[in-house]
């Protein structure tokens, strides 16, 4: 089992910054590619940021210029800095990770989510 704790939500005005945080705990052996996704109601889940155990990142378009999405390996940590916010970044942040976990000696794969946190732009 992998857990990822999501924190760093709440209320911004537009133009404001805030700081999302997710850390994974559990049967890690390797954490290959984290990232976060948003969700708004009467829409899918879909892509933020995302970013590789190397470092390699992508963004959606709408973000780009705008967030940075970064990990700390050592902690099986990752981050999503959001500048300059607007009213559409609203909704339900989740994490994501992918990888490898390691249970009773057998390597299993991971693909497991947080339990949200919602992001709020309003004036």
């Known amino acids: 089992q992998v857990q990822l704790v999501e924190s760093g939500g709440g209320l911004v005005q537009p133009g404001g910054s805030l700081r999302l945080s997710c850390a994974a705990s559990?049967?890690?052996?390797?954490?290959?590619?984290m990232g976060w996704y948003r969700q708004v109601p009467g829409k899918e889940r879909e892509l933020v940021a995302g970013i590789s155990r190397g470092g390699t990142t992508n963004f959606a378009d709408s973000v780009k210029g705008r967030f940075t999405i970064s990990r700390d390996n050592a902690k099986n940590t990752v981050y999503l800095q959001m500048n300059s916010l607007k009213p559409e970044d609203t909704g339900v942040y989740y994490c994501?990770?992918?990888?490898?976990?390691?249970?009773?000696?057998?390597?299993?794969?991971?693909?497991?989510w947080g339990q949200g946190t919602q992001v709020t732009v309003s004036s």
């Open positions: 559990g049967s890690i052996f390797s954490l290959n590619v």
């Open positions: 994501n990770a992918k990888g490898v976990g390691l249970y009773s000696g057998r390597y299993v794969p991971i693909d497991s």
